[in-house]
């Protein structure tokens, strides 16, 4: 068996990014860039006033000076001014022709038509904000691979550039297998459960900014359930099954997939909860069967699919997502798997949960992140760092 270490080796040695598309700037949050960007332009494209005050030409010699207008952001007016002479002036106004320097209005004393300061706290080029200062048009401001989140379209924005080029999101389908599975809004009948899985990946995949395509259940019958994923896998990116990959009478999922054409990546990694998990891929399209145990469902969506998902969508760094904070209480486990355990993050620690039974999912009323724990550790001492994923 595998150690998850190896198993994420795996999934990224072969992972690659999907195609890319052009996107509209303000559509394109929370993808990945798929090329180097460039500046059209200058930012700022002229000179301008970063205060409300007086704009002027620097001089040591001077402490007051003649107002001769007034500019406001927008304005499209031209002043010259010559020595001694100033102008009012708004934050983002342009500077007038030969001023280089602003006073702020608040430490200026104004009257007259003549403004006086202390020449002390004034020096050449205060509050001005150049022209080019951010970025020269032909820049490169962004590079291949970042993440487009709102502080980056900003800056995008700030240079003009309203489409970009972008990776494209996985289109990702989901199969809950189990013939004890009913849903939600029905009388639950004797010795069924509630399918907790469907509704739990749905919600983690918006969280990761995707519309799952569609969810199907299947009964734990082999030709059902070989119909599903056959017809499914033509039409997903990504295919997230729950259940039956164990090693029960009941259990298709891996048996099926092979003969389907699937190629199996991994069957089993060394951990727990999820130990069962199986990855594989056909023509790369990406198949992950998770053990149907919620919480081991829950561990797997954050170890494995979430990454996957930013690996397809273009993310270089795509297991590179952790922390490493003091522990808030002692825990002991026995060495052999990794442990993927509830954990709750508050002010700068983590506490590991009770209830790490992989059924239990009382746990997440308050776990928002999850601790991994490597094969090799036995205990876990107060205040030790320890890894941790947030949920
Ligand atoms: P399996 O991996 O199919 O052997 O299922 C392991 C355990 O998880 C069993 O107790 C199942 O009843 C339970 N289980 C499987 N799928 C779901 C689901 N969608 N929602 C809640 N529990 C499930
Ligand atoms: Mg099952």
Known sequence: MISLCQAQSIIQFHMRPLSSENCLLIEAVGKFLAQDVYAEIDVPSFDNSAMDGY???YDASLKSYKIVGSIAAGSHLK????KG???QIFTGAPLPEHADTVIA??????SGGVIQFDPDVVFKGMHVRNKASQNSKGDCIAKKGTRVGHGLIALLASCGIKHIEVYRQPVVDCIITGSELQDLGSTLSDDNIYNSNGPAIHAFLLQCGIKIQNTLAAKD????LRDILDNS???SDLLIITGGVSAGAYDFVPEVLEEIGVIKLFHKVKQKPGKPIYCGIKEHRWIFGLPGNPASVLACLNQYIKPCISGLSGDPHMFNKYV????KNSWKKKSGLSHILKAKIEENQVAILEGQESFNLLPFNQCNAFVVLEEDVDIVEKGDLVKAYFE
């Not at 209005?105 to 104004?110: F, G, L, M, Y």
């Not at 019958?221 to 059902?224: F, G, L, N, P, V």
């Not at 490493?324 to 522990?327: I, N």
Request: aromatic share 8%.
């Open 324 to 327: 490493f904070l003091p522990a």
């Open 233 to 235: 896998l033509q039409k």
């Open 55 to 57: 704009a002027f030409c």
């Open 221 to 224: 019958e082999k030709k059902i």
């Open 85 to 87: 002479e100033t102008a």
């Open 105 to 110: 209005v608040e430490q200026v004393s104004a």
């Open 79 to 82: 002043i010259a001014l010559n």
